[in-house]
């Protein structure tokens, strides 16, 4: 049973902190990793993706991973009110079936107090 | 713009009745899901299917039907709705030609069954 962990909140920051995102994966074989955003009653959007070891960046959005730790992180800088939202984290498995399926996490809740 | 469309978007039905959703997309993708979503349980795949005669089940098929009538259509039908099927239903498109399985989410219909 592949599985997803993500703390499930809520994460409470204040207006121009650092947010931190953190999600674990069971399966040592996923091949990429996502970040979506969902807004309540909204459809998730993507807004990072990262299959390399390390750190990706796109704006105020930094995806780091270590699949050595099977650990996926999403850090958002100078956060915003407009960045509160549920944030998933989604893992592609491996080939044969599960390839092409994504497996979400339950989502952690942040809120970014003005 | 491409996209992926969704009717109905909100359904209020009676236990024992038969409800179709139904999902279209613009994105010329061949590969197409359904998900549900309930709070603290975050997406959970119901079915998948990859091209049209490719149909699969995902992790909570039970209580669910598909039918991928073209590439553009897939419509999820619920034989005799209960009480737990209550949740938000969101269909999603990917690309076969990506290596990372990006998935795009139509807006989703909330149901409520009575």
């Known amino acids: 049973q592949k599985e997803v962990e993500q703390n499930s909140g809520p994460l409470s920051v204040p207006e121009g902190a650092i947010a931190s995102l953190n999600c674990t994966y069971s399966?040592?074989?996923?091949?990429?990793f996502f970040w979506y955003r969902q807004y309540s009653g909204k459809s998730p959007e993507l807004i990072m993706f990262?299959?390399?070891?390390g750190d990706k960046e796109d704006g105020r959005f930094t995806a780091q991973l270590n699949k050595a730790s099977q650990y996926v992180s999403l850090l958002i800088r100078d956060s915003q009110p407009s960045d509160s939202a549920t944030y998933l984290c989604?893992?592609?498995?491996?080939?044969?079936?599960?390839?092409?399926?994504?497996?979400f996490g339950k989502g952690t809740l942040l809120t970014v107090n003005p | 713009d491409a996209d992926v469309t969704q009717t109905p978007r909100n359904r209020i039905t009676k236990t024992g009745k038969r409800i179709m959703l139904e999902c279209s997309q613009t994105k010329g993708h061949d590969r197409m899901y359904w998900y549900r979503q309930d709070p603290g349980l975050g997406l959970r795949l119901i079915y998948y299917?990859?091209?049209?005669?490719?149909?699969n089940k995902g992790e909570i098929s039970d209580g669910y039907s598909v039918s991928r009538q073209a590439q553009a259509k897939f419509s999820l039908s619920l034989e005799s709705a209960i009480p737990n099927q209550t949740a938000l239903y969101f269909c999603a498109t990917s690309d076969p030609g990506t290596t990372n399985n990006e998935q795009f989410f139509g807006p989703g219909t909330r149901l409520t069954v009575l």
């Open positions: 399966d040592r074989g996923s091949q990429s």
């Open positions: 989604a893992v592609n498995g491996r080939s044969g079936g599960s390839n092409y399926k994504l497996t």
């Open positions: 299917s990859f091209d049209v005669k490719d149909i």
């Open positions: 990262i299959y390399s070891n």
